[in-house]
């Protein structure tokens, strides 16, 4: 799924590109000669040794081999953010079968793929879903998932979509996972699985079906919504794809993959994106360090004052408030977004989107049934433009 929306930005930012910037009419500059080295160095193939991987642990259950053929290709390109995302979904998936001995050992090499990743490029939409990886890894997530109770054939069905998928096997996938859905169909992940097997062949309005009716099993699966996005695009509906970006988010505003596509699309369709990402370090330069103290100062007065009868955004509010006005002089850029956000009237929306914890997650799936418009209004006005 990765490769497949890295393409697709590429091809928007194609699309959208003026003529002359396609075509100037100016005769092409003549090639720069090829030098030919004397001798040839051949990279090993990283797509084939991928390949070799996922059939060795899906297919064969060979997890010994796999893991040969993963650490090769990161060998290989060790620069190549994409190849070590997968093996760290390799790891990931091995902590939780593994003896529970070694459990810790592969998350932490889990782990540290996926911090390698967002350091490197930490805007990329790889970046985004290595987010999502290690939010994973550190516990329960806060936004719940709508949750489906199906019967044993149903999950061995899509048990064996799902090998047939990581391999490649994008036809035989989709029967199984067409088995696993007519056998469970409030699996609303099941129904975005046979959507995305159809995407794989081409047949993009197979996949529109399929993703509009996760929809209607649950209208708040986030992955549905990243995904419809990309068919969208593809049925060249570019306004469709924006919007389901921003639903995406809308459903769980923890969900990296999400934004970091989001803000992909944002850049090639002509978007401003205002997004800021919190730095609570009280260290020199951050801007917003006296914000920060102000806000958390609030916080613990809030909750003793509130104890009992506020709720997680009555006092995320006070809080919030009491850092605009220790900011008003000079905020960083953490709290001149919140500031913006309160001018335009989204003050709460800001919050949900942006000091989401523990607290305050069991509100959000209430507030968004009441406010999912006004939620996603906050982001396409003050975040996109």
């Not at 060790?78 to 390799?90: G, I, K, Y």
């Not at 469970?184 to 399929?210: G, I, R």
């Not at 989001?262 to 401003?272: M, N, S, T």
């Amino acid at each position: 799924m990765i490769r497949r929306i890295l393409l697709l930005l590429a091809a928007l930012t194609f699309a959208s590109a003026p003529a002359s910037a396609v075509a100037t009419g100016k005769k092409p500059a003549p090639a720069a000669p090829v030098l030919e080295p004397t001798l040839a160095f051949e990279r090993p193939d990283t797509t084939e040794l991928l390949r070799q991987a996922k059939e060795l642990w899906l297919l064969k259950e060979d997890f010994s081999g796999a893991l040969a053929k993963f650490n090769a290709a990161v060998a290989a390109d060790p620069d190549d953010n994409e190849v070590r995302l997968h093996r760290a979904h390799f790891f990931e998936v091995l902590s939780q079968i593994v003896i529970p001995g070694d459990r810790t050992k592969f998350e932490a090499l889990a782990r540290s793929d996926f911090e390698r990743i967002v350091a490197t490029d930490p805007e990329s939409l790889i970046a985004g879903v290595a987010r999502d990886g290690l939010m994973r890894l550190s516990g329960a997530p806060l936004i719940e998932v709508k949750p489906a109770s199906c019967p044993q054939p149903a999950a061995s069905a899509h048990a064996r979509a799902n090998a047939l998928y990581g391999a490649q096997k994008f036809a035989e996938a989709a029967v199984e996972y067409g088995r696993a859905t007519a056998a469970c169909p409030e699996a609303a992940s099941w129904w975005v699985d046979l959507a995305d097997s159809f995407y794989e062949m081409d047949d993009y309005q197979q996949a529109k079906t399929n993703f509009t009716k996760a929809l209607s099993v649950d209208r708040w699966n986030r992955e549905a919504h990243r995904f419809f996005a990309d068919t969208y695009v593809q049925l060249g509906d570019h306004e469709a794809a924006m919007r389901q970006l921003v639903l995406a988010v809308v459903s769980d505003p923890t969900y990296e993959a999400g934004w970091s596509a989001l803000r992909g699309y944002a850049g090639v369709l002509g978007f401003k994106w205002k997004r800021v990402y919190g730095d609570r370090r009280l260290v020199p330069g951050n801007a917003d360090g006296d914000a920060w103290i102000a806000y958390a100062e609030a916080k613990a007065k809030a909750r003793a004052e509130l104890v009992g009868s506020g709720s997680a955004l009555a006092i995320e509010r006070k809080a919030v408030k009491a850092a605009l006005k220790t900011a008003s002089s000079g905020p960083g850029p953490f709290w001149s977004m919140m500031a913006r956000a309160e001018q335009a009237g989204f003050l709460d929306e800001a919050i949900f989107f942006h000091l989401l914890d523990a607290a305050l997650a069991p509100e959000y799936p209430a507030f968004r049934e009441a406010n999912a418009e006004r939620l996603a209004s906050y982001l396409e006005t003050v975040i996109l433009r």
